[in-house]
């Protein structure tokens, strides 16, 4: 689809289309230089598998980021026309839109609207963390505009679409921290009647579902498996793979365990919270995301299950049974804190990306070790008050 562009030295364009609440246009690599200081170091938002990306100032004074193309090789340009042909079809206010994009002969770049709160990741390990600007209510926010980003895409577009790389530095966050679903070079088209495909697994490690990461096993399911750790990570504040003093890793999946054998519920929380929290709407959405990273695919939620029951949760408040009581992982292996082994599966010769932008440590992420260990650990503690789970699918 790359080389069917035309060039970008041609006149600008309103063609109507595209995603998020605006037009897009094709830009000048001109432009695009003039508005970003030429690139300029000072200019960099993050890095990450597909190139740079640069803030910028058009002439008509709107604020860009420009995603520059890093290299220019046959799987680098697949990614740009995926990302420019699915940004192209959609239009939600949870996606991140396009702008526009600007073809050369030897320069790919995709131009959006400038988020000025950033990424999730950057509030919740990066540049923004010490802010701590994500209150409670912000993080609900978070949770369920993510999720309705990821429902239009599987749901309401035609094809539905599988994002493939649902990850923290994939939802940017606008002046109001509305967030924005990003990134679709990973992006797959799902014909219709198809329930899953069978693909060369790209993503992000620590991200990945495990059927998508051992066989390349790719579903709706697989969004949902790495939205629900995207939603432990925006509960908890803690990244998919941590490394241990000893050198080992451990997911977030086997900390919430231990921490929930333990008997420590509390100490789940995000610390940066201070305890401001509604803890009852915590412990519903530490629920469901428990429920969205199971490793048997058919038993996670939809994603439509997911923002049904985010918004039970926050238009009804103070009746909380919304989320069927799950409590520690089911499959996912709860070694202590000090057990200094590691025996995480790392797939061999598959693409992924590093995490990279605003953290470098996201380069550690993992795969789940979770194939192995079948077993449920604990009961949810509050079976114990004959509190009975609500049945809600
Ligand atoms: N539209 C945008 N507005 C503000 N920052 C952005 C925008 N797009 C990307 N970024 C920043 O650039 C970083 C790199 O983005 P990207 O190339 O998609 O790599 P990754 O998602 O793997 O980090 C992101 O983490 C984010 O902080
Ligand atoms: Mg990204």
């Known amino acids: 689809m790359g080389s069917s562009f035309s060039c970008c030295d041609s006149e600008k364009v309103d063609q109507g289309l595209g995603g998020g609440n605006s037009s897009w246009r094709m830009y000048t690599y001109k432009e695009l230089h003039a508005a970003t200081n ?24 709107l604020q860009i980021a420009v995603k520059k193309l890093k290299a220019m090789n046959y799987k680098a340009e697949m990614e740009f026309a995926v990302e420019v042909e699915v940004l192209a079809r959609l239009r939600h206010k949870n996606l991140l839109g396009l702008r526009g994009y600007c073809v050369g002969t030897d320069q790919r770049l995709i131009v959006y609207d400038y988020m000025p709160n950033l990424s999730l990741l950057s509030h919740l390990h990066g540049h923004f ?16 505009g993510s999720a309705e980003g ?13 994002h493939r790389d649902i990850k923290a530095s994939n939802v940017l966050l606008d002046s109001d921290f509305e967030p924005l679903v990003a990134d679709f070079g990973f992006a797959k088209l799902i014909p219709e009647g198809v329930s899953h495909m069978t693909t060369r697994v790209k993503g ?6 495990p059927e998508y990461a051992m066989w ?3 579903s709706e399911s ?5 939205y629900g750790i995207l939603l432990l990570e925006l509960m908890t504040g803690r990244k998919p793979i941590e ?25 789940l929380a995000d ?15 530490m629920h469901l995301a428990i429920m969205c990273v199971q490793t048997e695919a058919e038993k996670r939620p939809t994603i439509k299950q997911v923002v049904d029951c985010l918004k039970g949760l926050m238009a009804d408040a103070g009746n909380y049974n919304k989320v069927p009581l799950l409590m520690t992982i089911p499959s996912v292996r709860s070694y202590d804190n000090n057990t200094n082994e590691d025996r995480r599966h790392q797939p061999a010769s598959k693409e992924f990306h590093g995490g990279g932008g605003d953290d470098q440590e996201s380069f550690d992420y993992g795969v789940f070790s979770a194939i192995e260990e079948q077993r449920i650990i604990r009961e949810y503690p509050y079976n114990n008050n004959n509190k009975q789970p609500p049945n809600f699918w």
């Not at 938002?45 to 910028?56: A, N, P, Q, R």
């Not at 610390?271 to 959405?285: D, I, P, S, T, Y």
Request: charged fraction near 25%; include cysteine.
């Open 38 to 61: 030429g690139f300029h170091d000072d200019n960099k938002l993050g890095e990450g598998g597909f190139g740079s990306v640069y803030w910028g100032k058009t002439t008509d004074g």
């Open 222 to 226: 697989c969004d949902v498996f790495s």
């Open 204 to 209: 992000t490690l620590g991200y990945l579902a």
């Open 216 to 218: 390349g096993k790719v």
């Open 271 to 285: 610390r940066k919270l201070k305890g401001q929290l509604n803890w009852k709407e915590f412990e519903q959405v």
């Open 129 to 144: 963390a010490s802010e701590a600007l994500l209150d409670w209510k912000t993080r609900m926010k978070i949770a369920l």
């Open 243 to 267: 490394r241990l003093p000893g050198g080992a890793k451990r997911t977030i999946s086997e900390w919430v365990n231990i921490t929930i054998n333990k008997d420590r519920f509390k100490d």
């Open 150 to 162: 990821i429902l239009y895409l599987h749901q309401e577009v035609s094809p539905h679409i599988i």
